[in-house]
Structure formats: structure tokens, C-alpha cells
Nanobody, 115 residues
């Protein structure tokens, strides 16, 4: 059974940094992409950053230049380095893995940025 476990969220002041981690366990065949999504209260879940199978990356316009996504350990660990955080980055952040038609999600980790 595949499990994704996020960690690293917390409370930080505007301008600060956090690094989120996502540890994947279980067997996942043919990963198409790994990424981070976020959902703020009253808003839809949105893509923050993703790494496609070939290694290319996609970022939401709102985080370009501030966030960096990376993966290590043969796709078992995914990171999101978040710098220059803003109050509007406050949300629950979810790790996501796409394998064929299957989508796997973590339980989410709260990030709160105070002004």
C-alpha cells in the first residue's frame, strides 16, 4: 500500500523560509509526476510545483523564484523549499504522486505565514 507522509509545516513570519518533506513508502510503478498542491480556506486546491518524469519542473506563477521542488532517493523523498514566504502562502500543503491513472495524496501539512 502506497503512503505519502508530509512534514515540515509550521508557523513562520513573512519573509521566512520552510522546507516541506514528503516520504513515500510502498511500491509505485511508473511515476508520471510528483508534486505539491495547496489549499487555503475557502479556496480550491491548486498546484504549487511539480516534477515531471523526465525531470522538468512546473511552478505556479505565484511561487516562481521563491519555491524550489526537488526529489531524492529514487523518488522516495520529495522536498519543497519555500523562501520569502508571504501571508498568502498560508494553506494546507499536500504531496501528490501520479502513476498512470492513479493519484496518491498525503494527509497534508499546515503552513501559516504571519504578517
Amino acid at each position: 500500500q502506497v503512503q505519502l507522509v508530509e512534514s515540515g509545516g509550521g508557523l513562520v513570519q513573512a519573509g521566512g523560509s520552510l522546507r516541506l518533506s514528503c516520504a513515500a513508502s510502498g511500491r509505485i510503478f511508473s511515476i508520471n509526476s510528483m508534486g505539491w498542491y495547496r489549499q487555503a480556506p475557502g479556496k480550491q486546491r491548486e498546484l504549487v510545483a511539480a516534477i515531471i518524469s523526465g525531470g522538468s519542473t512546473n511552478y505556479a506563477d505565484s511561487v516562481k523564484g521563491r519555491f524550489t521542488i526537488s526529489r531524492v532517493n529514487a523518488n522516495k523523498t520529495l522536498y519543497l523549499q519555500m523562501n520569502s514566504l508571504k501571508p498568502e502562502d498560508t494553506a494546507v500543503y499536500y504531496c501528490n504522486v501520479v502513476s498512470g491513472w492513479l493519484h496518491y495524496w498525503g494527509q497534508g501539512t499546515q503552513v501559516t505565514v504571519s504578517s
